[in-house]
């Protein structure tokens, strides 16, 4: 009894933990922050995501991450809950843009 209470808390302490990670701008944040956060992303994905991102403009989609190297469509998948581009805070801005501008009745 004691030897399986034993082995039990050894293979808790062997096995990884899940990760939880949390919701990420992927246009903004930095490259630790996008690998502490992103699962299957370390610390030399998450810097191409930034050096896509400088060279290429911001991503438009999470799908948009697949274009950067070593980043596929299933890690997109994995993550796509989390992963953020402001693309509605984007669209708020400029329809309260064009509210602000049409004339008043």
Do not use: C, W
């Not at 991503?59 to 070593?70: C, E, Y």
């Amino acid at each position: 009894m004691k030897l399986t209470l034993v082995l039990a808390l050894l293979a808790a302490l062997v096995l990884p933990l899940p990760v939880f990670a949390g919701p990420v701008n992927v246009n903004t944040a930095d490259a630790k922050t996008i690998a502490r956060e992103l699962t299957g992303i370390g610390l030399s994905r998450a810097q191409a995501i930034v050096d896509y991102r400088e060279k290429n403009g911001p991503f438009k989609s999470p799908d948009d991450l697949a274009k950067v190297k070593g980043v596929g469509m299933k890690v997109v998948e994995q993550n796509r809950t989390n992963i953020k581009t402001d693309k509605g805070e984007k669209a708020k801005t400029a329809a309260n843009d064009k509210d602000k501008a049409a004339p008043n009745d």
